[in-house]
């Protein structure tokens, strides 16, 4: 029976898919849709969405702004790398991408935090209506390692909205 049991388990959790979080970003008239694992933790925060990875390693957020928010926002996360004490160690690495067929602009930090060195990617995404998503990603090397896929696969749902 304690087989029969088992074997029902794995090949239930073979056929159903992990749940996950489906997002619309910006909530009022999108530009993109993205998916968060739902072993993430996630929050909703002023200009997003805030996400966790399930071992508490890696933070991931995706925000929106127009107009004069914008500004805002970005103070916003000034203020927000200022309490995680993170400090850059430099200026970033700059590249032009496209993501999920968006444009964007991706900024690079080696950093550092209470933890030691880390890295914070800032990834600036055109939202038409005088609108900006940022794409925010930190976490240090071994941490993306360990949550490889999951990154992945965040980033591999992010999808424009036509």
Same mark, same amino acid.
């Given at each position: 029976? $304690?087989? #029969?049991?088992?074997? @029902?388990?794995?090949?239930?959790?073979? *056929?159903?898919? !992990?749940?996950?979080?489906? #997002?619309? /970003?910006?909530?009022?008239?999108? /530009?993109?849709?993205? @998916?968060?694992?739902? +072993?993430?933790? #996630?929050?909703?925060?002023?200009?997003?969405?805030?996400? /966790? +990875?399930?071992?508490?390693? @890696? @933070?991931?957020?995706?925000?929106?702004?127009?107009? +004069?928010?914008?500004?805002?926002?970005?103070?916003?996360?000034? $203020?927000?790398?200022?309490?995680?004490?993170?400090?850059? $160690?430099? $200026?970033?690495?700059?590249?032009?991408?496209?993501?999920?067929?968006?444009?964007?602009? !991706?900024?690079?930090?080696? !950093?550092?935090?209470?933890?030691?060195?880390?890295?914070?990617?800032?990834? *600036?995404?055109? !939202?038409?209506?005088?609108? /900006?998503?940022? *794409?925010? #990603?930190?976490?240090?090397?071994?941490?993306?390692?360990? =949550?490889?896929?999951?990154? +992945?696969?965040? *980033?591999?749902?992010?999808?424009?909205? =036509?």
């Amino acid at each position: 029976m $304690k087989r #029969l049991l088992m074997a @029902v388990a794995i090949l239930s959790g073979a *056929l159903f898919p !992990a749940y996950a979080k489906n #997002l619309a /970003v910006p909530g009022k008239n999108p /530009v993109a849709t993205i @998916v968060i694992p739902d +072993s993430w933790d #996630l929050e909703e925060t002023e200009f997003g969405y805030s996400a /966790v +990875s399930s071992d508490e390693d @890696v @933070v991931f957020s995706i925000e929106y702004a127009g107009g +004069s928010r914008v500004d805002k926002m970005f103070e916003a996360n000034e $203020k927000w790398m200022i309490d995680q004490e993170i400090v850059p $160690k430099g $200026k970033p690495l700059e590249e032009e991408l496209t993501i999920g067929g968006i444009p964007a602009k !991706a900024f690079t930090y080696q !950093a550092t935090d209470p933890d030691g060195d880390t890295i914070i990617d800032f990834v *600036l995404f055109p !939202a038409g209506n005088n609108r /900006v998503m940022l *794409l925010t #990603l930190w976490a240090s090397q071994s941490a993306r390692d360990e =949550n490889k896929a999951d990154i +992945s696969s965040i *980033l591999s749902s992010i999808k424009a909205i =036509n």
